[in-house]
């Protein structure tokens, strides 16, 4: 790592579901991806993976820049529930940044 690299820490909560390796490090890159390329600061990521019954939940949380970010998605897979879980994110951070943007 650089100097100025940004460090984030991802950790998962699994409910209702045993964790396995590849959802682990699925769900921790992409959103190591997103953050590291909006936040300016270490960061930790709190996410939390639910299954209940034929709904599968990815939520996430985190504090960066004096701001809290969160999200929530559901669908029928681990894996579409966390990719709309980063598009939720990605969102929220890209506005984040346009309007400190729009300040300066």
Do not use: C
């Not at 984030?8 to 490090?25: A, D, L, S, W």
């Amino acid at each position: 790592m650089t100097a100025n690299a940004k460090a984030v820490n991802v950790t998962i909560t699994f409910r209702n579901t045993e964790g396995t390796e590849p959802i682990k490090n699925y769900a921790s890159d992409k959103l190591k991806n997103i953050t590291q390329k909006f936040v300016h600061h270490d960061t930790e990521v709190h996410l939390v993976l639910t299954v209940e019954k034929n709904r599968h939940i990815a939520e996430a949380s985190f504090h960066t820049d004096g701001h809290d970010f969160a999200g929530r998605e559901e669908s029928e897979n681990l894996y579409a529930s966390i990719d709309s879980l980063a598009e939720t994110l990605t969102e929220q951070l890209r506005r984040h940044k346009e309007r400190l943007k729009k300040h300066h």
